[in-house]
């Protein structure tokens, strides 16, 4: 079994290079181009693959960090009218060790941005404060557990081109924090701030987009 190796500022940022308790077949895919709903996605790593790291995005009481994801809409002709988001990660309490929190009731705090370029940008939809659907996956990163979270979030991305995505658990009363799994399918890449501006880290997050596509000849039209 290979060492836990902690990337750390001051608390966890990511356990990198961790192969993990597979306990199921890795239910942890988006859908597929085409598929009624979905945009744009990246499939998470199954949390056995070496590979699989974990990056913190969360306020807490045991340190703030943010995650930033691009969303690439020059993959499609159209531009992106999003309705919602899945993520996956840990949900941990860091109380003189790391352990699994009960994730119940935690809100996500979610931001779309123009890209800077090379970080976030002029926000697009202001931060949107929503409450997560979570899905126990039956899977495990160490002892860890790893979950879906389903994320209600409403954005019109408005053209076509590079745009990012920040996703950060909001204080609770479990002090609770979101710790996203890394995903495939990007430009192997995202961005973290710890407090000192953002930062490159290794591998995508795992990310679905779901909502509507609209033709681009249709952007500007309307009913009068």
Same mark, same amino acid.
């Given at each position: 079994?290979? *060492?836990? +190796? %902690? +990337? ?7 356990? $990198? ?16 181009? =085409?598929?009624?709903? @979905? ?16 990056? *913190? ?15 690439? /809409? ?8 999003? *309705? *919602? ?26 931001? @779309? ?10 926000? %697009?939809?202001?931060?949107?404060? $929503? ?21 209600? #979030? ?6 076509? =081109?590079?745009?990012?995505?920040? #996703? /950060? ?8 924090? @979101? #710790?996203?799994?890394? =995903?495939? =399918? ?14 490159? +880290?290794?591998?995508? +997050? ?16 309307? %009913? /009068?």
């Amino acid at each position: 079994m290979k *060492s836990i +190796r %902690i +990337r750390n500022t001051c608390l966890i940022v990511a356990i $990198v290079g961790f192969a993990g308790v597979s306990t199921a077949q890795s239910p942890l895919t988006c859908g597929a181009l =085409g598929d009624p709903g @979905f945009l744009l996605g990246q499939d998470a790593h199954d949390p056995a693959d070496p590979d699989a790291d974990i990056m *913190s995005s969360h306020l807490t009481s045991w340190g703030t960090y943010i995650m930033a994801e691009t969303v690439d /809409q020059s993959v499609d002709p159209g531009w992106f009218d999003i *309705s *919602s988001l899945t993520v996956w990660g840990l949900s941990l309490v860091n109380s003189g060790g790391l352990t699994n929190c009960d994730p119940t009731g935690i809100t996500f705090a979610v931001t @779309f941005y123009e890209d800077a370029p090379g970080e976030p940008g002029t926000v %697009i939809c202001p931060s949107q404060s $929503v409450p997560a659907a979570n899905i126990p996956t039956g899977l495990q990163l160490s002892v860890f557990d790893v979950y879906q979270f389903d994320l209600p #979030v409403a954005c019109d991305l408005g053209s076509v =081109g590079t745009k990012w995505v920040t #996703v /950060q658990s909001e204080p609770n009363p479990g002090d609770c924090g @979101f #710790v996203w799994l890394s =995903g495939t =399918g990007g430009d192997g890449t995202s961005l973290q701030d710890a407090g000192g501006g953002w930062f490159s +880290r290794d591998n995508d +997050r795992s990310i679905c987009i779901n909502g509507a596509t609209v033709p681009v000849e249709l952007e500007k039209f309307s %009913i /009068q």
